[in-house]
């Protein structure tokens, strides 16, 4: 077989991942990309290994490390997704951007200064939420 | 270096794109995997999405067998189709995700996403495609994933990284739980 | 001890006495005292005995070299000839007269420790003066000078009179100051030595390569230090300062020192004869434009500074004339009188309160309550006009004489022009001098009005330092036989013709005066409302005499006085002779405003265009910050795209790179 196949399969899906991390809003599904992208690499390393007939099997190796890493990853990342949903009431990548400039807002002022926006700004996703929920 | 001549004879022997039966298998099943994968990225439903991830996932165990690699696809289906999409179903469950179509699955920087997805991929098919286009592989001969063939390297030649990754596993599931449980009352 | 040992101790005792007073000031008030008065006065008695060891024979010369300095030497010298020695005694005398006087005077001030110990600080750099045998060593006490000066006209620096006077006293001093510099080290690298003995030497052998413009840059330290026209401004203000620093500063030092290191070196000056006629040109101006200057004056302070200046413009004219004995003749003679004139004008002041001639000349019977000074103001003021027998009235013959000289072509040292310019103004001067003289006498002590307050008698301090100054006031002229053995060794004595003239001319002046004066007065009684304004008076009468000072330095003069026998006698020139002649109104047409207006630019230029410049440098940083902060979105799929879409190009950069380097 040629290796040209699971090559460029490999880079197709490992492509396709990318662009689901980077388009979809909901962090479960940048979660399920992020597997895609892992399984394009194993992909490789699979068809890697079969032709270079490694005798350590270094390839199958690391598949194997790089299926049970995905898994605690899987776990401790949808864990996190949960604690931010359960805080932010939200688990779109697009709405946690607390760290961005805001433009509005001197940045040489104290935030705590402004009671109205802080607490409106946390408000507003959440009711979101929770009208889409429902 | 052996290898590499012969493998480089096999090619010309079978010259480029000539389909053989497994190759014709991997292309259909590879086609099917890639659409999966495809739809598992775009489509608006989540629950869909998980599904088709299924797919995907199961997809790719059938070209490991087609690679020889039979314990690796076994060892996929186990962990990715029976265990990883449990979890993401349960994840989508446990954060009040909509059954059904939701209009805001995509984010606002999906045009951006596509262009940097479509170069990377024209990039990598064209470096891939352009390095391996006669590099063949020999399927013939003893099978190299073979249960007995992982289980004896991987427990003569690999067995201290797979300690090292039952300690990153025990962490994982250690940190996994302090996070996801909720706090009691009155408890920061 | 040698007689090198005693001259140097004369100008050390002063300075560490100035030390120890700096010192101790503050711990040890009770030893400021002594420490003030004893170290002069010991420098005093002992330049008394180097003159007379030295006795105006041979020049003392000893010099010692303390480290190498280059191309041309400094050395750390001593040159002691008649003049020097004289000088000295003169200095030594004056200082200690101010020293105890100022005890008296500044009894209660509260800043009598510095102010006595800058005193002894000036007076040890005039001495160094006096003494060093070395340019540059006699730069360093000329340079002290100047700043004591700066300090001292500055004492009662709350009034912002006596601030820009002290200012004013610095700048246009050291504004001679940099030419004398530039002057002192072309006269160096033409002789080859800082020595006055090895630059002298040169001198006469011809060595000299540029004697004009050396003399003309000397000239201008000179007029700077000695307040020749056109730099005599400072002269006039500096009489912010407490009276014992005027009269240090008129008689003994700072402005003795520019005739002095002209008549030491002489001979440079005169092998320039453009030099000479600068110097009789400017001698000339100053002496009549003074004389004239000081005839308007109100304030009694001020009309003594520009006698001054005239006296001093005596001295520049005998040196333009080539005399140095006459020229220093009438500085030993002047610095009496002056320092006599001064102290008493201190004492006057006082008592009545006021330093304004016009508001003394309305209050009778001052002359009662201080006799002391009112006495020794007389014999002052005679020996100022030059009324024989007192002393002013040989050295102005002196200087006379040596200018008829030149004139006539008797000496040729100096050119005739030179002789004949220094003859004319230096009887008309003598007429006004007369003149004003009198003026000064008839409205401080023959005013007619209210009586005097009493403030009882003057501290003997005071007076009894009068008395001491008018003994040479008095019989100084009568060493004239002797002087020229200590001098060049020609004749002092006067001419007939000269005395004639002189004294002829100064009898006219004063009786001209004294006849407009008695017109006036009898045209003021009949018509007494002008006696009616009431004149305006200290607040703290019965104070020390310095504050009594300091205070009259804010009464407002009076309005112009039509009993003053100045204005009468000066006409239309009245009102511009007030003001100096407007010198300072053209100084600042000419340099202070063309300076401030550059500085106006600089500071345009500063602030618009070069701040631009800062400013546009934070602007732009700024603007690119802003740009930077609007791709903070927070967003992390948007960074995480913008890193991937960066990995590509580079990838697809790397690859290209690598094809064409293969394909190449």
Known sequence: ?134 | MAQTAQAAQAAQEHGFLSPTGVEIAFLLVGLVTLGAAVVTVTTRQLVHAALWLVVALGGLAVEYLLLTAEFIAWVQVLIYVGSVVVLLLFGLMLTKAPIGRSPDTDSANRPVALAVALAAAAALVWVVVDAFRTTWIDLDGAVQGSTEVTGSILFRHWVLPFEALSVLLLAALVGAIVLSRKKKEGER | MTTTTLAVLVPLLPFLGAAAGLLLGRTAPGFVRPLAVLPTLAAAVLAVLVAVRQGGGKAIDAATQLTPTGSVPIDLALHVDGFAALVAVLVGVVATCVQVYSTGYLREDPRYPSYAALVSLFTAAMLLVVYSGDLMVLLVGWEVMGICSYFLVGHYWETPEARSASLKAFLVTKLGDVPFLIGLFALAVDAGTFRITGVLGAVATGGLDHPTPIALLLLAGVAGKSAQFPLHTWLPDAMAGPTPVSALIHAATMVAAGIYFTARLLPVFAASAAAMTVLAVMAAITMVGSALAALAQDDIKRVLAYSTIGQLGYMAGALAVGDRGAAVFHLLSHAAFKALLFLAAGAVIHAAGTNSLTAMSRMSGLARRVPDAYWTTTVALLALAAIPPFAGFFSKEAVLVAAEHTALGDRTVAPAGAGWTVLVAGLLTALLTAAYALRLWLRAFRGRGAEAPDHGRQPIAMTSVLWVLAVPSLGFGLTVRHLPDWFDGHDLAPTLVTTVLGTGLAVAGAAVTYAVWRTLAVRALTAPAAAAVPTPHVAHPDADAGLVEAEALHLPHPAEDPADPGRALLGPLHRPAADGFHLDAAYRAAFVRPVRAAASLVRFLDREVVDTYVRGAAGSAKGLGWLVRRAQTGNVQTYLSALLAGSVVLAIAAVALANAVAGA
């Not at chain 1, 932010?88 to 104290?110: F, K, Q």
């Open chain 1, 1 to 134: 077989m040629h290796l040209a196949y699971p090559a460029v399969l490999a880079a197709l899906l490992f492509c396709t991942g990318l662009y689901g991390v980077l388009a979809r809003r909901n962090a479960i599904l940048v979660l399920m990309s992020v597997e895609l992208m892992l399984n394009a690499v194993n992909l490789n390393l699979v068809a890697f290994d079969v032709w270079l007939r490694d005798a350590l099997h270094a390839g199958q190796a690391l598949t194997l490390f790089t299926i049970a890493v995905a898994a605690a990853e899987i776990g401790i990342g949808l864990a996190i997704v949960l604690m931010v949903h359960r805080n932010r009431g939200t688990s779109d990548v697009d709405r946690l951007r607390e760290t961005a400039e805001h433009p509005h807002e001197d940045p040489d002022t104290d935030p705590h200064e402004d009671p109205d926006t802080a607490p409106h700004a946390h408000a507003g996703p959440h009711d979101e939420k929770a009208e889409a929920a429902a």
